[in-house]
């Protein structure tokens, strides 16, 4: 009876990692699919070399950095 139990229980262990992983795998296909399909219209660029240092800064890492890649900005229209 324990065998049984103990062999349900990897059993159900091992349907829900591989369920994860799929999962997780799906998402990250997705995202690479997406990123790829933006950086073609040019709305995501891919930076090429180190990134720039901050000159001047007393504490790096704690001020806001312009953006290296243009904004699209879509209006919203309100119904009447």
Do not use: H, N
């Amino acid at each position: 009876m324990f065998a049984i139990v103990l062999s349900t229980a990897l059993v159900l262990a091992s349907m829900a990692t591989v369920l994860v992983l799929a999962d997780s795998g799906l998402r990250w296909w997705s995202a690479f699919g997406l990123l790829k399909q933006r950086m073609k219209i040019g709305y995501a660029t891919a930076g090429c070399g180190p990134r720039p240092a901050t000159i001047g800064s007393s504490a790096p890492g704690f001020e806001r950095q312009p953006r290296t890649y243009p904004i699209i900005r879509q209006s919203a229209q309100r119904a009447a």
